[in-house]
C-alpha cells in the first residue's frame, strides 16, 4: 500500500486500512507475509506503530517495486 505520499491519516484511512487487512479473502493472501505500508512521512509512522498497525503491516519507507512503477509515469 502506497502511502509515500500521504501527510495525514484520520479514522477513516485508518478503518479501511484494517478492513482491508482483514478481509477474508485477503487474509488467506498474506498467510506467507504480511502486506506492506510503504510510509515516509514520521508524524503518520507512528499513529501506526501507536495503534498496532505494524502487528499486521511491514511499515516501511521505500519499496523499490513502487519506485519501478513511479519511474514509469515520470
Not at 14 to 21: C, D, I, P
Not at 49 to 54: E, L, Q
Amino acid at each position: 500500500i502506497d502511502m509515500s505520499q500521504t501527510t495525514m491519516v484520520d479514522s477513516t484511512v485508518l478503518g479501511t486500512l484494517l478492513n482491508f487487512f482483514l478481509s477474508e479473502n485477503n487474509r488467506q493472501l498474506f498467510t506467507q507475509e504480511p502486506p506492506s505500508i510503504v510510509c515516509n512521512n514520521n508524524d503518520i509512522k507512528r499513529v501506526l506503530r501507536d495503534i498496532g498497525f505494524n502487528q499486521l503491516f511491514i511499515v516501511k519507507e521505500y519499496d523499490e517495486r513502487l519506485a519501478e512503477i513511479w519511474d514509469e509515469y515520470t
